[in-house]
């Protein structure tokens, strides 16, 4: 495992250094090396976890990729039918909930295995509506963390928050920064989770956290409920999502001497870009992280800098490729190239700009329209928590509708909204529909649940409130 020698490492210099922090929860580096060491896990190379508790999911994750075998991190909060089709596509030797496994009589050796190695499996959203499995090997980890522990500064004794659910792998990821570089880990309690916002509030003040990783709605939530400054709060990282300007004001507010990173990649893929936030301008995300090179395939086999085409990347960080679901329309390798069919172009100063991704174009009237670059021209125009949606329209075949996210005494002139976003984007790119709702439906990893929400607006559910 890419971070099992270091935690070793750690467990004997600094044993009573807290490791992971949830709520009342304490697990220092020693004990997590004593229990993960302890733990009699079942046999079999590929042990599904299910487990909510975010000091015994570290246990327990430590201890199946510690002794040589392939986490498999499930979802608690899956229904449990897509549950039950995951883990028949699947096929794990075991599945561990949040019970704790019985104690082995005599403790096992802990310790990374082979570069080329299977670690870990996990999930990303698929068209069938069941996520798909990918699997990822120790290497692939282990150069990513060497790099990406000094880009953003996660160093010995830390105090780091990523307040999102484990079975995100941005989440997991951060974890795993923080048992390679001795930084201590803290996250929400179990069953926290409907609070996430004013919980992470809570914890950022309590715990004097330094250093705090999250997608945008998940920083928004928290950062926009601190009364005064977080003199601490020394690094914001965020991931996942575009970070508006309007988000990076509410981080900059409530931690004026943060430095705030932002950067894009794929769980396919790991980091791809990053760059430093500086002010509130800047509409692309950054150079390529140390590893990585990039091109541009381009429609007009140009390949020439501002040619808009797929992303395609050479990185020794991929996944190894998917375990079940591959529906053809993300991951794929070209050589030494791979791509997630995401869309951009790169300009003159070498930086990435992203238009959308291949697979969630829009045709309007004939013309394609990515729903990302809509969204980006509303958070310009002052409104940086609102999706934009494809509905069946009889004329057009496709119309554009907005949902934005605001509460119900909100005054939001439409006329003028369409106004200026006629100035920042083509007429049939301006959104034919406008809606309100107080809170954006979000999926457990805090990104906009866009098929709930595609849902409720072709449902006409009396939930949202038509503007325009």
């Known amino acids: 495992m890419p971070f099992i020698d270091r935690l070793l490492y750690w467990a004997r ?30 046999e079999g ?30 979802d608690p909060s899956w229904p449990s039918d897509l549950r039950v089709r995951i883990l028949e596509a699947l096929h794990p030797d075991a599945v561990i909930t949040s019970a704790d496994p019985a104690e082995a009589a005599h403790p096992s050796s802990l310790a990374d295995a082979a570069a080329d190695a299977r670690f870990y499996c996990g999930f990303t959203s698929g ?29 010995p004794g830390l105090r780091v928050c990523a307040p999102g659910p484990l079975a995100a792998s941005l989440n997991l990821y951060a974890l795993a920064e923080c048992l390679y570089a001795g930084s201590t880990f803290h996250s929400l309690a179990p069953g926290d989770r409907a609070a996430t916002g004013p919980l992470t509030a809570q914890v950022l003040r309590s715990e004097r956290i330094e250093h705090l990783v999250g997608v945008p709605s998940t920083l928004r939530l928290a950062l926009e409920r601190i009364e005064g400054e977080l003199p601490e709060l ?71 800098h501002g ?110 909204l369409r106004t200026r976003l006629k100035e ?3 007429v049939d790119k301006v959104p034919k529909l406008i809606l309100r709702t107080e809170r954006l439906p979000l999926t457990t990893a805090g990104k906009p649940d866009r098929a709930a929400l595609k849902a409720t607006v072709v449902g006409r559910d009396g939930a949202l409130e038509r503007l325009a």
Not at 45 to 74: E, K, M, N, Y
Not at 269 to 282: E, P, Y
């Open 127 to 155: 068209t069938s509506g069941v996520p798909k499995g990918f699997v990822r090997t120790v290497g692939s980890w282990s150069r990513s963390l060497e790099r990406s522990v000094n880009w953003f500064g996660v160093t």
């Open 234 to 304: 020394r690094t914001v990282v965020s991931g996942g999502a575009r970070l508006s300007a309007a988000d990076t004001q509410i981080i900059l507010r409530s931690a004026p001497a943060a430095r705030v990173f932002e950067y894009y990649g794929a769980s396919e893929l790991s980091l791809v870009t990053a760059r430093r936030v500086d002010g509130f301008d800047g509409n692309d995300v950054g150079r390529p992280f140390p590893g990585v090179r990039i091109r541009i395939d381009a429609d007009s086999g140009s390949g020439r």
């Open 307 to 416: 040619d808009v085409g797929t992303i395609s990347v050479q990185t020794d960080t991929a996944i190894e490729g998917y375990l079940f679901g591959d529906d053809g329309r993300a991951f794929r390798r070209d050589g030494s190239w791979v791509t997630v069919q995401d869309q951009g172009w790169i300009d003159d100063d070498g930086a990435l700009h992203l238009t959308g991704r291949h697979g969630d174009m829009l045709v309007v009237a004939g013309s394609n329209v990515y729903p990302s670059e809509v969204e980006a021209a509303l958070a310009t125009a002052g409104h940086p928590a609102a999706v934009v949606l494809g509905v069946p329209d009889a004329r057009r075949g496709c119309a554009l509708a907005a949902v934005i996210q605001a509460p119900p005494d909100a005054v939001i002139d439409t006329r003028a």
């Open 45 to 74: 190379g590929t042990i599904a976890l299910q487990i909510s508790d975010p000091v015994r999911f570290a246990v327990a994750f430590t201890a199946v990729v510690g002794q040589g075998r392939c986490a498999a991190v499930l």
């Open 13 to 42: 210099r600094e044993p009573g250094r807290n490791a992971v922090v949830a709520g009342s929860l304490r697990l220092t580096y020693g004990e997590l090396a004593a229990r993960a060491s302890s733990l009699q896990l079942p």
């Open 424 to 426: 920042l984007l083509p």
